[in-house]
């Protein structure tokens, strides 16, 4: 290597760069291979064009420069997980996983390793494992918006929108206006806000996303379109991921709002029906949408076996703490009630169907796990007005009487008890519900 090749690099580089800040990609390209052909050992311009070539869409071109780049400097990890994201990119996330990996082993404390790592994870089904990698990356960088940008896509699509909320918020508080990772950022914050159910706060993110960047790179203005025409055509049912964090951010002080300000009683009005109709005792009870177990006290007594199922893995955190669960797990209900068909002598779904609209697919999968004989016990918000259910302002569903009598029909369910009931109080009235006991034929 002489000295003039050395300068020569080194002019190259400089002329890239220049390139790169006048925006002008093709005369950056042709100065760094130019630079590459003078040092094909020089790891910086290897490392550098890489970039450039994926950024253009070029991953498998890229993804060799960033491999010769590792093979100069080993032990700078940014070379092969660039190598990694460009394989992520063409869609090689096994081979990509394995670079990452390696290179996590080298530098656990790698915070672009870890975002890099929770998006191939879950691209690999590997959902709990994102969430592990997703959260080390924000501890790691926590003032990172670019890298929060990340983690949040991460997040939400991995069913924690909470999350991805809570993260962004307090960074887009404090972004400098011209920062420009700020409207992918808000794009994200956006679809965190949408996944909770929070049309009104998505909208916001997504137009000021549109004001930070008018060229709409991440897509605010396709994402504010389908919302409103969702909003005009009605919106949506509410989401599993919407009822999971809603919960998630109210499992602290569940029990004390329900007993004290909601004045709570369906577990309770739900044991005393039961006791009314003769269960017995020595039951497989499966308590789905269990929450904090308020609703396993209540039936305890009549369990010989007891499981508690939530959305929420806070509440069943809570429900843990109790003591009284034989098994608690964090599931869907429908997922829950499809895992162990006739298992089941009692369903119990106090102040969970409120959530649902339709509640036909539902009493089909309770009729599925119950054993011959078995009960099915809710309630339910009533709906007096037209069509068979409807979503209050409360973000509750309530259902008709008729609804009921029909979905559990077809369940093959008979109607063993149906009252009308107050299964809890809001803006100081009670609720006008309906508890029933449902049971399946021998």
Not at 333 to 361: I, K
């Amino acid at each position: 290597m002489t000295s003039d090749s050395v300068a020569d690099y080194e002019q190259r580089m400089a002329q890239a760069y220049d390139a790169l800040d006048a925006g002008d990609e093709a005369v950056a390209e042709t100065a760094l291979t130019a630079a590459v052909a003078l040092l094909p050992e020089a790891a910086e311009a290897r490392g550098a064009l890489g970039a450039l070539l994926r950024r253009q869409g070029r991953f498998t071109a890229a993804a060799a420069q960033f491999a010769a780049a590792a093979g100069a400097e080993p032990e700078r990890t940014s070379w092969a997980l660039g190598q990694a994201a460009c394989l992520a990119d063409a869609g090689d996330n096994e081979a990509a996983w394995g670079l990452v990996a390696s290179a996590l082993a080298r530098r656990a404390d790698d915070a672009a390793g870890h975002r890099l790592a929770a998006r191939l994870q879950l691209a690999r089904g590997e959902t709990a494992a994102a969430l592990v990698h997703a959260r080390e990356a924000r501890f790691l960088a926590p003032h990172d918006l670019e890298g929060a940008a990340e983690v949040g896509q991460v997040l939400v699509d991995a069913g924690d929108p909470l999350a991805a909320a809570e993260m962004l918020e307090p960074l887009l508080a404090h972004a400098h206006p011209a920062d420009p990772a700020r409207a992918m950022a808000l794009v994200l914050q956006g679809r965190a806000w949408a996944a909770l159910a929070e049309g009104g706060k998505a909208a916001r993110c997504w137009r000021r996303a549109l004001e930070a960047d008018p060229d709409d790179l991440g897509g605010a203005a396709r994402l504010l379109a389908a919302l409103e025409a969702a909003t005009a055509a009605g919106g949506a049912d509410l989401t599993p991921t919407y009822v999971k964090a809603l919960f998630d951010r109210y499992a602290d002080r569940f029990d004390t709002d329900l007993t004290r300000k909601l004045r709570y009683q369906a577990p309770r009005l739900l044991r005393q029906a039961l006791d009314a109709v003769g269960v017995g005792a020595d039951l497989d009870i499966l308590d789905i949408g269990c929450g904090t177990g308020l609703g396993g006290v209540e039936v305890k007594p009549l369990a010989r076996f007891l499981a508690g199922v939530d959305l929420s893995p806070r509440m069943v955190e809570h429900a843990r703490a109790r003591g009284l669960y034989d098994r608690l797990w964090d599931a869907d209900l429908m997922r829950a009630l499809a895992e162990a068909p006739g298992t089941w002598d009692l369903v119990l779904a106090a102040d969970v169907l409120v959530y649902l609209g339709d509640l036909a697919p539902v009493f089909q999968a309770a009729a599925m796990a119950l054993k011959p004989g078995g009960r099915f016990a809710a309630t339910v918000e009533r709906w007096t007005g037209e069509g068979p259910y409807a979503l209050r302002e409360s973000r509750r569903y309530a259902h008709a009487r008729e609804h009921l009598l029909a979905a559990a029909g077809a369940a093959g369910l008979a109607v063993e008890h149906l009252a009308s009931v107050a299964p809890r109080w809001e803006k100081n009235r009670p609720v006008d519900g309906l508890l029933f006991i449902l049971r399946k034929g021998p």
